[in-house]
Antibody, heavy 117, light 107 residues
Framework: QVKLLQSGAALVKPGDSVKMSCKASGYTFTDYIIHWVKQSHGKSLEWIGYINPYSGGTNYNEKFKSKATLTVDKSSSTAYMEFSRLTSEDSAIYYCARGVTDYFDYWGQGVMVTVSS | DIQMTQSPASLSASLDEIVTITCQASLDIGNWLAWYQQKPGKSPQLLIYGATSLADGVPSRFSGSRSGTQYSLKISKLQVEDTGIYYC?????????FGGGTKLELK
C-alpha cells in the first residue's frame, strides 16, 4: 500500500535551517509529484510547493520561494525539504503529500518543527 | 492567488443529521476541487476529488457538488466518526489554496 514516511520532530534555533525527509513506498516514486504543505498550530493549510521526482522540476509558492528548497533522491525514493533562516513563524507541522492530477491523495504523518532559542 | 472562502467555520450537529459545508472560489476553478477530513493529531484524508467524485474507501454518505464557483460537501447522515475539521482545496492553478476549515462537532 502507498505510504509516505516522514522524519521525526525537530527543535531548531532561530536562524538555523532544518531538512526533513519523506520516504515513499508502495508505488513507483517517479510516477507521482510530491507536494509539501504547512500547517501552523490551530490554523489552516498552506501549499509550499512541489517537486517532480522524475525530472527534478519544482514549483514553489512565491511566499516560500526564498525559504524552502525541494529535492529528491530517486535511489531511495525519498523527497526532502530544507527550510532556511527559521523564525518562530516557521514553527508548524509540515506534510508531504502525493499528487495525482494535482490533488493530494496520500499524505505523510507530518513533521513538527519547533523554532526556539 | 485564488481565495477559497469556507463556511461555516464551526458546526455542531446531531447524529443522523444532514450536514453541508461550502467553499466559495474567488474565480472559476472548474471541477478542480478536493475535500479533506482531518482528525486531531492526524494528517488530512481525501474524501472527494474532481468536486464530485468519492475517493476510494470513503462512505457513500459523503458527497460533493458544484454550483458555479460554489462547492459543497454534504454528509447525509452524520455519524460519530465524522467529527473533525474539513478543508477544501483548489488545484486549478498554483499556488494551490485551501479553505480556512470547518470544525464539525457532535451536538
Amino acid at each position: 500500500q502507498v505510504k509516505l514516511l516522514q522524519s521525526g520532530a525537530a527543535l531548531v534555533k532561530p536562524g538555523d535551517s532544518v531538512k526533513m525527509s519523506c520516504k515513499a513506498s508502495g508505488y513507483t516514486f517517479t510516477d507521482y509529484i510530491i507536494h509539501w504543505v504547512k500547517q501552523s498550530h490551530g490554523k489552516s493549510l498552506e501549499w509550499i510547493g512541489y517537486i517532480n521526482p522524475y525530472s527534478g522540476g519544482t514549483n514553489y509558492n512565491e511566499k516560500f520561494k526564498s525559504k524552502a528548497t525541494l529535492t529528491v533522491d530517486k535511489s531511495s525514493s525519498t523527497a526532502y525539504m530544507e527550510f532556511s533562516r527559521l523564525t518562530s513563524e516557521d514553527s508548524a507541522i509540515y506534510y508531504c503529500a502525493r499528487g495525482v492530477t494535482d490533488y493530494f491523495d496520500y499524505w505523510g504523518q507530518g513533521v513538527m518543527v519547533t523554532v526556539s532559542s | 492567488d485564488i481565495q477559497m472562502t469556507q463556511s461555516p467555520a464551526s458546526l455542531s450537529a446531531s447524529l443522523d443529521e444532514i450536514v453541508t459545508i461550502t467553499c466559495q472560489a474567488s474565480l472559476d476553478i472548474g471541477n478542480w476541487l478536493a475535500w479533506y477530513q482531518q482528525k486531531p493529531g492526524k494528517s488530512p484524508q481525501l474524501l472527494i476529488y474532481g468536486a464530485t467524485s468519492l475517493a476510494d474507501g470513503v462512505p457513500s454518505r459523503f458527497s460533493g457538488s458544484r454550483s458555479g464557483t460554489q462547492y459543497s460537501l454534504k454528509i447525509s447522515k452524520l455519524q460519530v466518526e465524522d467529527t473533525g475539521i474539513y478543508y477544501c482545496l483548489q488545484h486549478y492553478s498554483a499556488p494551490w489554496t485551501f479553505g480556512g476549515g470547518t470544525k464539525l462537532e457532535l451536538k
